[in-house]
């Protein structure tokens, strides 16, 4: 029964959940999350998916949204560097305390770590969303990262505007978003030294 205490002491959420959340169905809802932000602890992101997502990846390869490739090591190594240069200049804006920058930049490197990973299993998405589904079916399934790992990349993808967000919160916005972005492209480059 988690309870996420605010600086000023007062309860913000109090939750009771049992069982396994993947577990839960809700006929005719196809996804639902619960997010919450934090102050002081972490961004807790609980996920119900009605179908699986292997489901939803064999449905984009035919139709087309997600196409298999020939592997082109030259776009895949763009990327991984792109997904470098991003999260030093995400590391750079958080220290400056410029967060809707650190928040973008943490974002776009993890969006290149994935694409490059993606890329490297010989699949292309024509839609930023449909990366979720391919990491999850390419990389995930297979054991090539981890479920924070993924969990991050979901979070951090649904700030494309971080300045519609609440000043009090870009903050710690923009530490988990670039701290998920470390994450990914350590994770990253070890897969791809190995394959590429």
Not at 30 to 47: A, D, N, S, W
Request: with cysteine; charged share 35%.
């Amino acid at each position: 029964r988690p309870s996420f205490i605010s600086n000023s002491g007062e309860t913000l959420v109090h939750i009771e959940l049992r069982g396994d959340p993947r577990s839960y169905r809700t006929p005719g809802i196809e996804k639902v999350k619960i997010i919450i932000h934090r102050t002081i602890y972490k961004h807790l992101i609980f996920t119900w998916r009605n179908s699986s997502m292997r489901t939803k990846f064999e449905d984009c390869i035919r139709k087309g949204l997600i196409t298999k490739a020939n592997i082109d090591p030259d776009f895949v190594k763009k990327e991984i560097t792109d997904a470098g240069e991003e999260l030093q200049n995400g590391r750079k804006a958080l220290e400056e305390r410029d967060f809707v920058k650190a928040i973008t930049s943490g974002r776009n490197s993890q969006i290149h770590s994935v694409r490059a990973l993606v890329f490297s299993e010989g699949y292309r998405e024509k839609k930023l969303p449909l990366l979720v589904v391919a990491a999850e079916s390419l990389l995930l399934d297979r054991g090539l990262i981890r479920s924070d790992i993924l969990e991050d990349f979901e979070y951090a993808v649904k700030y494309e505007d971080p300045e519609s967000e609440p000043e009090y919160l870009r903050e710690s916005i923009a530490e988990d978003v670039i701290r998920g972005a470390n994450k990914i492209f350590k994770r990253a480059g070890i897969i791809l030294e190995k394959n590429i």
